[in-house]
Protein backbone atom coordinates (compact mmCIF):
# COMPACT_ATOMS: atom_id res chain seq x y z
CA UNK A 1 0.00 0.00 0.00
CA UNK A 2 3.11 2.08 1.10
CA UNK A 3 4.40 1.71 -2.72
CA UNK A 4 1.21 2.49 -4.15
CA UNK A 5 1.40 5.92 -2.54
CA UNK A 6 4.63 6.73 -3.19
CA UNK A 7 4.25 6.18 -6.99
CA UNK A 8 1.02 7.85 -7.19
CA UNK A 9 2.61 10.88 -5.21
CA UNK A 10 5.37 10.77 -8.15
CA UNK A 11 3.38 10.15 -10.81
CA UNK A 12 0.99 13.50 -9.49
CA UNK A 13 4.40 15.37 -9.30
CA UNK A 14 5.28 14.29 -12.13
CA UNK A 15 2.34 15.71 -14.65
CA UNK A 16 2.88 18.61 -13.30
CA UNK A 17 6.59 19.24 -14.18
CA UNK A 18 5.38 17.97 -17.68
CA UNK A 19 2.35 20.56 -17.51
CA UNK A 20 4.98 23.38 -16.51
CA UNK A 21 7.00 22.20 -19.99
CA UNK A 22 4.52 21.82 -22.18
CA UNK A 23 2.68 24.41 -23.54
CA UNK A 24 -0.26 22.97 -24.99
CA UNK A 25 -0.71 20.63 -21.64
CA UNK A 26 -2.52 22.49 -18.29
CA UNK A 27 -2.72 20.68 -14.86
CA UNK A 28 -4.41 23.40 -12.53
CA UNK A 29 -2.66 22.00 -8.88
CA UNK A 30 -2.09 19.14 -6.96
CA UNK A 31 -5.50 18.13 -6.04
CA UNK A 32 -6.19 17.78 -10.11
CA UNK A 33 -2.77 16.01 -10.30
CA UNK A 34 -3.59 13.80 -8.02
CA UNK A 35 -6.61 12.77 -9.72
CA UNK A 36 -4.97 12.86 -13.60
CA UNK A 37 -2.41 10.61 -11.92
CA UNK A 38 -5.47 7.92 -10.69
CA UNK A 39 -7.14 8.61 -14.06
CA UNK A 40 -4.06 7.58 -15.83
CA UNK A 41 -3.20 5.05 -13.74
CA UNK A 42 -6.35 3.29 -14.86
CA UNK A 43 -6.81 4.46 -18.13
CA UNK A 44 -2.80 2.56 -18.68
CA UNK A 45 -3.93 -0.75 -17.02
CA UNK A 46 -7.47 -0.47 -18.70
CA UNK A 47 -7.81 1.35 -21.59
CA UNK A 48 -4.07 1.13 -23.42
CA UNK A 49 -3.93 -2.86 -23.90
CA UNK A 50 -7.73 -2.54 -25.51
CA UNK A 51 -5.68 0.31 -27.68
CA UNK A 52 -2.56 -1.55 -28.38
CA UNK A 53 -4.69 -4.57 -29.42
CA UNK A 54 -6.80 -3.17 -31.93
CA UNK A 55 -3.86 -0.90 -33.61
CA UNK A 56 -1.41 -4.05 -33.60
CA UNK A 57 -1.19 -3.90 -37.10
CA UNK A 58 -0.25 -0.63 -37.30
CA UNK A 59 1.98 -1.30 -34.98
CA UNK A 60 3.78 -3.90 -35.75
CA UNK A 61 4.16 -2.02 -39.68
CA UNK A 62 5.48 1.11 -37.75
CA UNK A 63 8.05 -1.45 -35.69
CA UNK A 64 6.31 -0.12 -32.85
CA UNK A 65 6.76 3.86 -33.03
CA UNK A 66 2.66 4.05 -32.75
CA UNK A 67 2.89 3.21 -28.96
CA UNK A 68 4.01 7.11 -29.24
CA UNK A 69 0.27 7.92 -30.79
CA UNK A 70 -1.18 5.22 -28.14
CA UNK A 71 0.21 7.41 -25.58
CA UNK A 72 -0.94 10.21 -26.78
CA UNK A 73 -3.86 9.21 -27.00
CA UNK A 74 -4.15 7.79 -23.36
CA UNK A 75 -2.57 11.47 -22.29
CA UNK A 76 -5.58 13.24 -24.34
CA UNK A 77 -8.18 10.95 -23.02
CA UNK A 78 -7.36 11.67 -19.56
CA UNK A 79 -7.73 15.10 -20.27
CA UNK A 80 -11.33 14.77 -21.30
CA UNK A 81 -11.91 13.00 -18.28
CA UNK A 82 -10.63 15.22 -15.33
CA UNK A 83 -11.86 18.50 -15.44
CA UNK A 84 -8.56 20.84 -14.36
CA UNK A 85 -6.45 18.99 -17.00
CA UNK A 86 -6.22 20.89 -20.54
CA UNK A 87 -4.92 18.75 -23.59
CA UNK A 88 -5.27 21.50 -26.22
CA UNK A 89 -3.68 19.71 -29.23
CA UNK A 90 -2.30 16.09 -30.65
CA UNK A 91 0.78 16.97 -30.42
CA UNK A 92 0.87 18.79 -27.12
CA UNK A 93 -0.73 15.39 -25.52
CA UNK A 94 2.22 13.58 -28.09
CA UNK A 95 4.77 15.76 -26.46
CA UNK A 96 3.79 15.51 -23.14
CA UNK A 97 3.19 11.61 -22.97
CA UNK A 98 6.76 11.65 -24.51
CA UNK A 99 8.55 13.59 -21.84
CA UNK A 100 5.96 12.11 -19.12
CA UNK A 101 7.42 8.92 -19.94
CA UNK A 102 10.93 9.68 -19.80
CA UNK A 103 10.44 11.60 -16.81
CA UNK A 104 9.16 8.27 -15.15
CA UNK A 105 11.79 6.45 -16.59
CA UNK A 106 14.62 8.61 -15.21
CA UNK A 107 12.69 8.83 -11.63
CA UNK A 108 12.32 4.61 -11.46
CA UNK A 109 15.89 4.27 -12.52
CA UNK A 110 17.61 6.89 -9.86
CA UNK A 111 14.90 4.75 -7.63
Same mark, same amino acid.
Given at each position: ???? #? @??? &???? $? ?6 ? /? &??? =? ?5 ? *? #?? =? %????? #?? #???? @? ?6 ? +???? *??? +????? /? ?5 ? =? ?6 ? @? ?8 ? %??? =? ?5 ? /???? $? &???? /?
Amino acid at each position: MLEF #A @VQW &VISA $ALLLVMSS /L &VRD =VEVEGWG *T #AF =V %GALVL #AL #ANAF @VRPLLILF +TLPL *TLL +TLGLF /LLVVNAM =VLWLVGAL @VPGIRVKSFW %GAF =VGSLLLS /LLNF $A &VYAI /L
